[in-house]
């Protein structure tokens, strides 16, 4: 299809939109549908940017970090250059009704937010650039890069941005939320997007910004994850955090025995209550497994050492080893790669205020389902960020993303499991496990669930205070329901 018959077919949808009644969009058939899809796309754009077998194929769609996502093999996959790649292949996916994926840097646990089969699949792959604009301060992204790329280059500047704390994750990051290592003091990461370029359902390109005609798009995409669009581009106001050589943060990486779990679970429940720094940082890695049996802490303060009127309880606990040192921002953000490939993973996510018995029976819900699936699992983490109300504070003054503050300082809670080596199937009985374990340990009340740390069997959107407005924005930006029925995501719109 050429760009000129997208533009008419989406007036047509656009004058539409609102009024027709919703048709129903899935696929009489979806392996027909992408096969028309990617044979028109091929013809469009020609097999180096499209491609049904490879090299290049296999890498992309074997890439996935957890291996359940990495086993699809989807019926084309479209490595769009510029937006109007992504232009001609939604609009083409959009006309013939076929599903499709959408791959950034590719860490999705769930199953199927980034790979599909019978579908079209969009790999960021070679739209990885990064550059700063001195002039309006602002680090423009494309949507491929990963954040340790992202940083890099644009370290010599003595600027960064909001990104992950690991280095290997992408961009799809933002349209969670986003918790970087400085959240506490800039807000969540998506809270720094200046402006999106985002082509809608239809194929229609758009600029949203926080002020313009698409300022309920721009709200809705942070934290509404792949549900409203696809970014091409974003422009991310820049952090001055200094280069490589200013080490402004001291830093504490912390293991202690797994007997001590009980007390760190009453250190971090009391570090979430009181401690109201926006400088200190803490993200607390409880790990029971089969094999170690350990904890891990990341402790870090924008200063010279870390005060013990803040880390206290961390520090007096008995610890197995620990490496102090002044680091700068940019360090800090290289410490954790998250590349490791070759297990399927699962998240589930919970939020839970600073409340001693909340942490302690959670823990202890995660022990019991830990020791009965001991022989299925390799590893469960229960991995704790801290959401100070510093963080809300600092997203007030920018412009409101869609998961909303809920007033009170929590934590987000992420349990991960990761299954054996090579294992391409989880067991049932293990997924049942889960879902048990999250039904025992629920959000505290009022607080909102973190779309990027969840299983896809739990309705985030639902604990978002401005539910109501999301539901609405996806209502108009998609009335024909088309990425609900098409593309794999959070349910619950
Ligand atoms: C090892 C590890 C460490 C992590 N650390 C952090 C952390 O420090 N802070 C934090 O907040 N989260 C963290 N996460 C969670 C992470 O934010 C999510 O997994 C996030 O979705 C990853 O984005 P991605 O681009 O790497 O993944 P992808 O799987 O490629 O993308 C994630 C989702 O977004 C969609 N998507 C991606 N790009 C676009 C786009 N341009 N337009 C529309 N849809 C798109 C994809 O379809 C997919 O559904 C971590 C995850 C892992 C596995
Ligand atoms: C739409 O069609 C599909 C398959 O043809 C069917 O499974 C689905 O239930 C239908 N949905 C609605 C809302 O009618
Ligand atoms: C790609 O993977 C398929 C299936 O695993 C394999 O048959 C094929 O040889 C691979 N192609 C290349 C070029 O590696
Ligand atoms: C990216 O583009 C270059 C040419 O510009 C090409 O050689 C390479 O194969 C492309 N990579 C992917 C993943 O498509
Ligand atoms: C949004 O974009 C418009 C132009 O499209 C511009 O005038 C306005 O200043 C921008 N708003 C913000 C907050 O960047
Ligand atoms: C996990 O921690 C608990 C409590 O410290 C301990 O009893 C148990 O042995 C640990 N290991 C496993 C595999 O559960
Ligand atoms: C422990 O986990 C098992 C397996 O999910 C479950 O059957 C059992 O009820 C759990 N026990 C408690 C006390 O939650």
Not at 342 to 352: L, P, T
């Amino acid at each position: 299809m050429l760009l000129s018959n997208i533009i008419s077919l989406l007036a047509c949808v656009v004058t539409v939109a609102g009024q027709i009644s919703p048709t129903n969009s899935t696929a009489v058939n979806a392996q027909t549908a992408a096969a028309q899809a990617c044979a028109e796309l091929q013809s469009d754009l020609g097999s180096t940017i499209v491609e049904a077998s490879g090299a290049e194929y296999n890498a992309t769609s074997q890439g996935p970090w957890s291996l359940f996502n990495s086993l699809d093999r989807p019926t084309c996959i479209v490595y769009p250059r510029t937006a109007t790649h992504v232009q001609l292949a939604m609009a083409s996916i959009f006309q013939h009704k076929s599903h499709y994926a959408v791959q950034a840097g590719a860490h999705s646990p769930m199953i199927g937010w980034n790979s599909i089969n019978d579908g079209v699949l969009i790999s960021f792959a070679n739209m990885t650039s990064t550059s700063y604009n001195p002039v309006t301060d602002t680090v423009t992204v494309q949507p491929g890069v990963h954040w340790g790329d992202a940083m890099a280059a644009v370290e010599a500047y003595g600027v960064s941005v909001l990104g992950g704390r690991a280095s290997d994750i992408g961009t799809g990051l933002l349209l969670g939320g986003g918790i970087s290592f400085i959240s506490p003091l800039y807000g969540w990461s998506a809270d720094s997007i200046k402006e999106m370029d985002v082509v809608l359902v239809t194929g229609q390109l758009v600029t949203a910004n926080a002020t313009n005609t698409y300022a309920d798009l721009f709200h809705a995409l942070k934290g509404g994850a792949n549900r409203f669009g696809i970014v091409t581009r974003y422009k991310l106001n820049a952090i001055h955090t200094g280069t490589k050589d200013n080490k402004n943060w001291f830093s504490g990486i912390i293991v202690y025995p797994g007997s001590s779990s009980v007390a760190l679970s009453k250190a971090s429940a009391r570090y979430i209550r009181e401690v109201t720094d926006p400088k200190a940082v803490v993200i607390l890695n409880t790990i029971n497994l089969t094999a170690v049996d350990a904890n891990t802490v990341y402790l870090f303060y924008n200063g010279a050492g870390l005060p013990p009127g803040i880390f206290g309880d961390f520090l007096s606990i008995p610890r197995t080893s620990q490496t102090l040192s002044p680091l700068s921002y940019y360090d800090m953000s290289n410490l954790i790669s998250g590349a490791a490939r070759g297990n399927g993973q699962q998240f589930g996510a919970s939020s839970w205020v600073g409340d001693e018995s909340t942490f302690l029976e959670g823990y202890n819900h995660l022990v019991n389902f830990t020791q009965t699936f001991a022989a299925d699992l390799l590893s469960s983490y229960l991995i704790i960020s801290p959401i100070p109300q510093s963080q809300w504070a600092a997203t007030a003054s920018r412009s409101p993303n869609a998961i909303g503050d809920p007033g009170v300082a929590y934590a987000t809670i992420n349990f991960n499991l990761i299954y054996p080596t090579g294992l391409t199937i989880r067991p049932k009985d293990v997924n049942n496990g889960f879902k048990l374990l999250l039904s025992q340990t629920p959000p505290s009340p009022g607080l909102p669930l973190y779309v990027n740390e969840c299983d896809a069997s739990q309705n985030v959107f639902g604990t978002y205070p401005n539910f109501a407005t999301l539901q609405k924005t996806y209502a108009k930006y998609d009335p024909l329901r088309f990425n609900v029925e098409h593309t794999v995501g959070p349910i619950g719109l």
